[in-house]
């Protein structure tokens, strides 16, 4: 059994920063893609931002790219996203989401506010 713990959530002013974390645990964990979603209030889940777990290239949405940056441990077990120039309508939970060759995984989610 493979669980993925988001953390770092929390509530924060628009243009400030936070930086999330998602530990695997369990058994072994050999993901091909690691990502971020996240989902507001009354709105679909959406692609925020990847990481291929051997290469480690990126993929981001376009209402993110420049301001949010993933990135892996060394030990590739933790994902993370350090989010920067917050807005408002970066608020919702956000969720971390693995992809092996057989299985997806997703955290539990994290809720991220930012006031205005």
């Known amino acids: 059994q493979v669980q993925l713990v988001e953390s770092g959530g929390g509530l924060v002013q628009a243009g400030g920063s936070l930086r999330l974390s998602c530990a695997a645990s369990?058994?072994?964990?050999?993901?091909?893609?690691m990502a971020w979603f996240r989902q507001a209030p009354g709105k679909e889940r959406e692609f925020v931002a990847s990481i291929s777990w051997s290469g480690g290239s990126t993929s981001y949405a376009d209402s993110v790219k420049g301001r949010f940056t993933i990135s892996r441990s060394d030990a590739k077990t933790t994902v993370f996203l350090q989010m920067n120039s917050l807005k408002p309508e970066d608020t919702a939970v956000y969720y971390c989401h693995g992809s092996t060759s057989g299985d997806a995984y997703w955290g539990q989610g994290t809720q991220v506010t930012v006031s205005s």
């Open positions: 369990g058994r072994t964990f050999s993901p091909y893609m």
